[in-house]
T-cell receptor, first 113, second 113 residues
């Protein structure tokens, strides 16, 4: 399985600011994904990030709010822009390990005041 | 109706008991079914995956999928206190791990020593 790291592991931010979350994988992967896990809610897919192309966003998520970069096959960033307290959540990246599997990073815990 | 329903619990059982965790879903396009374990303040860890209907066993864990009923289960035999965690079911269409996953809310399991 892939080893995935995320930075920062947690942060406390002021409303109106932006935070960029990094996801690093120890091997080259084609598909990377970003999810959000809000308290009491299911993990929800934000977007799919493929290297060399624009990210594909799910309904309810827009590029202006959650810009994503995927500069190579081992790295991606997710930015949470113009934050509000409603953005307080755990943000997770994942990678496709095989036809059947997806592996997750440890998550970034974000609190917006 | 949410696409994936999962009782959030908590489910508390004594050590050594057989645990049954379940999810129901509404989207008949789902073909891949996964179970993740998530400890507090950690990312989801893939436990098992199955394709289409049937059973799969791995040590103390057995996953069952009944596509006709749109019902999946995870059984844990000889449960241990270390099994205490939140268990998430997840599923996807024909793309499998190369697609975004749809999750249940997770069941919080407590194994009492």
């Amino acid at each position: 399985s892939a080893v995935i790291s995320q930075k920062p592991s947690r942060d406390i931010c002021q409303r109106g600011t932006s935070l960029t979350i990094q996801c690093q994988v120890d091997s080259q992967v084609t598909m990377m994904f970003w999810y959000r896990q809000q308290p009491g809610q299911s993990l929800t897919l934000i977007a799919t990030a493929n290297q060399g192309s624009e990210a594909t966003y799910e309904s309810g998520f827009v590029i202006d709010k959650f810009p994503i970069s995927r500069p190579n096959l081992t790295f991606s960033t997710l930015t949470v822009s113009n934050m509000s307290p409603e953005d307080s959540s755990i943000y997770l990246c994942s990678v496709s390990g095989s036809q059947e599997t997806q592996y997750f990073g440890p998550g970034t815990r974000l609190l917006v005041l | 109706q949410k696409e994936v329903e999962q009782d959030p619990g908590p489910l508390s059982v004594p050590e050594g008991a057989i645990v049954s965790l379940n999810c129901t879903y509404s989207n008949s396009a789902f073909q891949y079914f996964m179970w993740y374990r998530q400890y507090s303040r950690k990312g989801p860890e893939l436990l098992m995956y199955t394709y289409s209907s049937g059973n799969k066993e791995d040590g103390r864990f057995t996953a069952q999928v009944d596509k006709s009923s749109k019902y999946i289960s995870l059984f844990i035999r000889d449960s241990q206190p270390s099994d205490s965690a939140t268990y998430l079911c997840a599923m996807s269409g024909l793309g499998g791990g190369a697609d975004g996953l749809t999750f249940g809310k997770g069941t919080h399991l407590i194994i009492q020593p």
